[in-house]
């Protein structure tokens, strides 16, 4: 079944298209409207406007939320694939970002965090092409803008403010212009997005943006599903970095600073869902896409087969465990 998914082919993008369908049973299966917080107004506008088009329906919001996980899936395959970070062309990054977006329902609903996580997959994928871009600075500006278009929709967003600079200096030459565009690029949305609220007399709603919480539960509901997905991530993360070792070696040196950046984004990450209320469960969607690119090379492992068959089981196993036990 594993060469199904490592299978270069356009047949694969249909076999991943079906499994997110049987992925998401769970949540298609009880699905919900999305909520928007108080004060959100960006969120607010999107699904004002989906409204129009989905007409409140709940199935239809979670549905579109499955396809959109999907196509973020095939997006974030793509980055892994045209930036070479390893090994052969194939979709083994979209399986494990479909398969980590299924472990809990609340992942699969239509919310600002998917919106969230466009941001930070075009972020990742213009941070990786600094080294070899012929326009860096637009580039950069670029991905100032989106890594706060994401602060914009979500405020402890704005860590990955950071990740720009990190990728600075490790994928390019020291040059304060182009820090300086970064700056600009991350400033460009907070001006129009204050401009357009000052016209619709909104203004004192940014005061409401910076809200800092705390994602670290004092007692556990469901011990069984916590531990254990928990348990079965580090496995997985384990496996992937002891694969990733080999592919390092053999790799330049831009390789293993854009596996630095992914790192770095990875651990940002962390820092935003720790920084976001407990209640805000979905928030844990945005370390999926870079998870999913670290435990991408123990599935791609040649030498030994046994290795990556048994974390692409042991990944589908932790789909079915997830499903079965979480409430």
């Known amino acids: 079944m594993l060469q199904l998914i490592r299978n270069n082919s356009p047949y694969t993008v249909i076999i991943l298209l079906i499994f997110t369908l049987i992925a998401k049973l769970q949540a ?28 409140g329906n709940a199935f239809a919001y979670t549905m579109f939320a499955a396809l959109m996980i999907f196509a973020q899936a095939i997006y974030l395959n793509s980055v892994f694939v045209n930036h070479h970070l390893a090994g052969k062309p194939n979709y083994t990054t979209a ?5 980590f977006t299924s472990l809990l329902p609340e992942f699969t609903y239509f919310s600002e965090v998917l919106l969230l996580n466009w941001c930070i997959i075009g972020g990742i994928d213009l941070l990786l092409g600094f080294h070899h871009t012929n326009k860096p600075r637009m580039q950069v500006y670029n991905a100032g803008f989106l890594f706060c278009v994401a602060a914009l929709l979500h405020f402890q967003a704005v860590a990955y403010f950071f990740v720009i600079f990190a990728a600075l200096l490790l994928l390019r030459s020291f040059n304060p212009g182009e820090w300086a565009v970064a700056i600009i690029g991350f400033l460009t949305p907070v001006y129009l997005y204050a401009g357009t609220l000052f016209l619709f007399d909104k203004l004192d709603t940014m005061r409401y943006m910076p809200h800092i919480g705390l994602s670290l539960p004092g007692n556990i509901k469901d011990p069984l599903y916590v531990f254990g ?7 997985l993360f384990v496996m992937g970095i002891y694969a990733l070792q080999e592919w390092l070696i053999r790799g330049g040196v831009y390789i293993r600073r854009m596996w630095t950046t992914i790192a770095t984004t990875f651990f940002l990450s962390i820092l935003v869902c720790v920084g976001t209320d407990i209640t805000e469960k979905s928030i844990w969607v945005v370390v999926m896409p870079a998870i999913s690119v670290i435990v991408t090379p123990a599935l791609m492992v ?19 465990f997830c499903q079965l036990t979480v409430n």
């Open 302 to 320: 040649e030498k030994t087969k046994w290795f990556s068959n048994f974390a692409f089981y042991f990944s589908l196993l932790l789909l079915v």
């Open 229 to 235: 997905t928990i348990v079965a991530i580090l496995v």
């Open 28 to 55: 298609l299966g009880s699905p919900a409207v999305p909520f928007v917080p108080e004060h959100h107004v960006l969120f607010q506008a999107v699904v004002n406007t989906l409204s129009f088009v989905l007409r």
């Open 95 to 99: 399986f494990l970002y479909i398969v």
